[in-house]
């Protein structure tokens, strides 16, 4: 009990020192509100007070330094209170509010840290006849299997969710205060209505928990009890830490969230019965599926946990490179496959039927979006090594159901893939997205999903997320002269279900990967008047070996081609025609490059030799310009370099996106001390020697690589800023220079 003179010394001394929540007081300090309370006070953000039905435990708070006074729920203390936070077990609650209720200001904000979030809002309407705009429930992702004060710990909410459940009512000067005090204890704040909070965390978290003490019980009370347990190592440990927490505590909430546990128990009873007939039967392939998916789906889950124990926002820290001039490159190089073509070769594996062995494929960044998704949706995807796969495809129409939304997180190649695949099943599906991805207008793709028959429906017109509902197939026409290319690959994919053969009508015939890949695993298409025809039938399980970027390909030509002595080979160089293209125009402007001929899938594939050679100035016609595009920055190293003037024409008809990336890369030459003129769309530059310095490639990968080749041969170093995405895109780029003896270096 506290004296009446020790509550007045208290309370003056709040007032002296009135902290930035005021005065905060812990109902039940156990182990969630001790650690709030210690949180707070370690910070000198409140005057904490707390009552507990045990008075131990108050003695113990005061001496350990959790909180400063212990209170009781008296009008005295109750009236004063800034934050009331109630932390006792969960049907403790209702008791705790009807002492409350006659002494409560509006002013003070009630709050609960409860595991379950309907039964404590009933209890509040059976005390109060409503819910107050004052009580605003919530409750930290955040624990451990201990209780008591004695476990409290000030850093135990940090870099975790805290889940508020605001009510219609709720009084948002309240809300507000109630975010801010989960974020100065370092938790990120999520807003949930209370029914799917309490459906949720009855999977996440009540059903483990009955799972573990139902676990150790029937262990404990079976047969060889005492040698399980004598026996029992690392995996019994892990699956049963949670069954040592307080019985109290979760006795409260199996009855308090009953429904909810009943709805996932009974989900989960299902599945583990055809767990059961698979063992019975010897069914591994099943058991297989089961635990691959499980597998993917677990490291998923610790990849997110690690982002967000790593931090919230994810630091991006600045990236330069930088080059040293004049280093003759010598060796043998062999590139991973390309990112965009690991996207598109997991997609038709897991749309084939039968197995695929995808090898020198590369898993890092986007590409395990792609994969999660089709592992989200049935398909078995094993990691035989790190660069190889073996798909387990389904057929085109094979698909099942996700039980979540697909999310594309940032990447739009998956995005793209990914819509005609959903479009083209026959359940509907929900697809989200995160970033960048959420404000764009996906108009384009959109259109051709409803082109194949689905439904589009979004919130924000032609925005993400987006529900996709399955209708009649219809027939595939689509004109990529007029939209955009970036649709190509969609496009064929969307062809494979119309139920007569699908068009693609294309700017130039000239075979790109999407045609070559798609050929490779079965898929017929015919020339058509202009572009192509795509003939429906399913496509067929095949090994194949992922080729390296073009781009990246081109790099390493002119580099070598730039420093003299340079002598390289290039294993698993994939070109398509328009590569094809560009490197014999290399050639015959006086590069020593030899080039593998062509194979009967449309593709030239295998080994680039290349070697020192003084590159002529050149002139490039619009046709020329617009064919080579994206390789375009290069080119303008190579006039940089070369004795004369080149003339590129037709810049200024390309898509605006190449045209900006071909005049950013005119202000580096310029600043490098090359003379450009740029007229009427048209662009000059006169070879000379590139002076060095510093440069910005503002994030994109491609003018990135072109700078560090104008400073291959310049008269000082070149740092290149801004490389981040360089490295994701290219993240073997310091091994492979260092191994060819290219001095390149990467600074943060
Ligand atoms: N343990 C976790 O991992 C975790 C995580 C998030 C939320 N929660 C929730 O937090 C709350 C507290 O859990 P905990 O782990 O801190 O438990 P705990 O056993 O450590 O603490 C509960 C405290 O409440 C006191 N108490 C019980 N009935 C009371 C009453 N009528 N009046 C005053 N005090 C009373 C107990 O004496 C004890 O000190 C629960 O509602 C629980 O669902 C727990
Ligand atoms: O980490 C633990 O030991 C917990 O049990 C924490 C846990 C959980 O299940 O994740 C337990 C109950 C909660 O309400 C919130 C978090």
């Not at 890092?364 to 089709?374: C, E, K, L, S, Y």
């Amino acid at each position: 009990m506290i004296g009446e003179s020790d509550f007045q010394a208290s309370v003056d001394m709040t007032f002296q020192e009135k902290k930035k929540f005021g005065n905060v007081m812990i109902i039940g300090l156990g182990m969630i509100g001790g650690s709030f309370a210690k949180a707070l006070k370690e910070r000198g953000l409140a005057t904490l007070y707390a009552v507990d039905r045990r008075d131990g435990e108050l003695a113990l708070g005061v001496s350990t330094g959790v909180i400063d006074y212990p209170a009781e729920l008296s009008a005295e203390f109750v009236s004063r209170m800034d934050v009331i936070v109630l932390a006792t077990p969960v049907r403790a609650m209702e008791s705790v509010l009807a002492d409350l209720k006659p002494f409560l200001s509006e002013q003070t904000l009630v709050t609960d840290v409860g595991s379950t979030k309907g039964s404590v809002v009933e209890a509040v309407r059976r005390v109060f006849g409503h819910v107050p705009a004052n009580f605003i429930p919530g409750h930290p992702i955040a624990g451990a299997e201990k209780s008591g004060v004695l476990a409290s710990n000030s850093r135990l909410f940090e870099k975790h969710m805290a889940i508020v459940t605001p009510l219609a009512d709720s009084n948002p000067v309240l809300l507000d205060r109630l975010h801010r005090l989960w974020r100065a204890v370092g938790a990120d704040v999520v807003s949930m209505d209370v029914n799917h909070h309490d459906h949720v965390l009855a999977s996440s978290s009540h059903l483990p928990h009955l799972l573990a003490y139902t676990l150790v019980d029937a262990l404990a009370n079976g047969e060889r009890s005492q040698d399980i347990f004598r026996f029992a190592a690392g995996g019994f440990r892990d699956f049963t830490r949670i069954a040592s927490s307080d019985p109290v505590m979760w006795r409260d909430v199996f009855l308090a969230n009953k429904d909810a546990t009943l709805a996932t128990l009974d989900h989960f009873t299902d599945r583990l019965a055809d767990m059961r007939a698979a063992i019975e039967q010897g069914d591994g392939a099943s058991m297989f599926g089961v635990f691959t998916r499980a597998k993917s789906a677990r490291d998923h889950f610790l990849r997110l946990l690690e982002q967000r124990t790593i931090g919230s926002t994810k630091e991006v820290r600045p990236v330069s490179v930088s080059v040293l001039p004049a280093s003759a490159i010598k060796g043998e190089v062999s590139l991973l496959g390309d990112k965009s073509l690991s996207h598109k070769a997991i997609t038709i594996a897991a749309l084939s039927e039968g197995v695929s062995e995808i090898r020198n494929i590369d898993l890092t960044g986007d590409v395990r979006i792609t994969m999660q998704a089709f592992r989200d949706m049935g398909v078995v995807i094993e990691e035989a090594s790190v660069d190889h796969l073996r798909v387990h495809g389904v057929g085109v129409r094979g698909l099942k159901a996700p039980i979540a939304p697909i999310n594309v997180h940032q990447s739009r190649e998956s995005l793209y893939l990914l819509l005609p695949v959903l479009a083209g099943q026959s359940f509907p599906v929900s697809v989200i997205a995160e970033g960048k991805l959420l404000n764009q207008s996906m108009a384009d793709l959109f259109s051709l999903v409803r082109q194949m028959g689905g439904s589009v429906l979004s919130e924000m017109a032609d925005c993400l997320p987006v529900n996709l509902l399955p209708g009649k197939p219809l027939d595939v026409s689509v004109n990529l002269k007029t939209g955009s290319e970036r649709l190509r690959m969609s496009a064929f994919l969307a062809a494979l279900y119309s139920p007569v053969e699908g068009v693609v009508t294309t700017l130039s015939k000239e075979l790109s990967h999407c045609e070559v890949l798609l050929r490779h695993f079965g898929v017929t298409i015919l020339d058509h008047v202009e572009g192509f025809k795509v003939v429906p039938a399913p496509l067929v399980g095949a090994d194949i070996v992922l080729s390296g970027d073009e781009y990246e390909l081109t790099w390493l030509v002119l580099l070598s081609s730039l420093l003299p002595g340079s002598d390289l080979s290039i294993e698993n160089a994939g070109l398509d025609s328009v590569s094809f293209a560009l490197l014999a125009f290399l050639q015959s402007i006086g590069a020593d490059v030899t080039i593998p001929a062509q194979s009967g899938s449309g593709l030239f594939k295998g080994k680039v030799q290349v070697g020192f050679a003084e590159l002529r100035a050149f002139h490039l016609s619009p046709e020329q310009s617009y064919r080579f595009r994206d390789q375009l920055p290069l080119l303008c190293v190579v006039a940089a370099y070369a004795r004369g003037e080149s003339f590129i024409q037709g810049v200024g008809s390309l898509p605006y996106y190449h045209e900006d990336r071909v005049l950013a890369f005119v202000d580096a030459l310029e600043y490098m001390k090359i003379t450009c003129v740029y007229e009427n769309g048209d662009l000059l530059i006169k070879g000379g020697l590139p002076q060095g310095g510093e440069l910005d490639c503002a994030g994109d990968d491609k003018l990135a690589l072109a700078m560090l080749a104008l400073g291959a041969r310049s008269q000082s170093i070149t740092k290149v800023h801004d490389c981040q995405r360089l490295l994701e895109e290219f993240n073997e780029l310091e091994s492979v220079t260092v191994q060819l003896g290219f001095h390149c270096s990467v600074t943060q």
